[in-house]
């Protein structure tokens, strides 16, 4: 991995490994809804919005095949902000214009996964953007991608698994 590379990372998970408890909904030391701190380098010149999307991209769909479950949505992100605090969701003390999409349970902020039966990545995707999007009063994951078309200079990853 180069130095100059955009990069996501967080102090207390590993890339490639395990997702703590406390941050899911399942397990001895659950906590309720805590969002992990994450931590960005290297964002792209150019650069005026960032935007974080978190899914479980092994969750199954009773119907068919895997369907990634989106866990947390963040949008509207100031490219100068270094990171995200752990327990950022939800805190009213949030950065005045960064704004919480809702998740598949159909509410804003982190919601903790559940502990799956079996080995689920998760996959944390930052996304710099060469403009602020237009994504109206309820912000989704899908009306995000939608809305970022185009405008996307950078993206950086973090997976792990639970």
Request: with cysteine; proline share 10%.
């Amino acid at each position: 991995m180069s130095s100059d590379e955009f990069r996501l990372v967080s102090p207390t998970i590993d890339n490639e490994g395990k997702l703590p408890r406390k941050y899911t909904k399942g397990g001895q030391g659950v906590k309720k809804n805590i969002s992990p701190p994450l931590e960005w380098y290297n964002v792209p010149q150019g650069t005026k919005s960032l935007a974080l999307v978190v899914e479980d991209i092994d969750a199954p769909d009773p119907s068919g095949p895997l369907v990634p479950w989106t866990i947390w949505v963040v949008v509207d992100i100031p490219p100068d902000m270094k990171g995200l605090p752990e327990g950022f969701s939800g805190n009213d003390e949030q950065v005045a214009g960064i704004r919480e999409g809702n998740n598949d349970h159909k509410i804003p902020g982190w919601r903790g996964p559940l502990m799956p039966s079996h080995d689920h990545r998760f996959q944390f995707k930052l996304f710099a953007l060469s403009d602020i999007p237009n994504l109206g009063h309820t912000v989704t994951k899908e009306r995000l991608l939608d809305a970022v078309d185009g405008i996307v200079i950078g993206e950086a990853v973090l997976t792990c698994f639970a």
